[in-house]
């Protein structure tokens, strides 16, 4: 499959690790968008978050589980935040599930 992110858990487009385990890896974004931005992605290839099922939504605990695990090592005890973009609207364009994860600054709400 011709997944840019299937090739980062291959290790054939490097990357560099925040975080990973035999379900998940985490890394930073190579264009960062705060102080602080990581990736958390599932090895397992899901398109987006509108392909979570039953079947496969236990990784989304796993993946928070993995975030409060970064904001203790990376003591961002001023807050982060985490976000999903799904599909064209929502401003995806890497199609495997990822969950951003930013701190550093004082972040806007609503996203533009
Ligand atoms: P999204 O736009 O929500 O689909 O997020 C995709 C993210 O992947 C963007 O923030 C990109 O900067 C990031 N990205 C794209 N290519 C790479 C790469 N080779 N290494 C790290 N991050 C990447």
Known sequence: MDCLFC???EGTIPSKKAYEDDLVLSFYDIDPKA???VLIIPKQH???AAKITPENSSIVAHIFEVAAKLAKEHDLKDGFRIV?????????TVNHLHFHM???RNLGWPPG
């Open 35 to 37: 102080p602080f931005h």
């Open 84 to 92: 999903t973009n799904c599909g064209e609207q929502g401003g995806q």
């Open 102 to 104: 930013l701190a550093g």
């Open 46 to 48: 899901i398109d987006s």
């Open 7 to 9: 090739k980062i858990i």
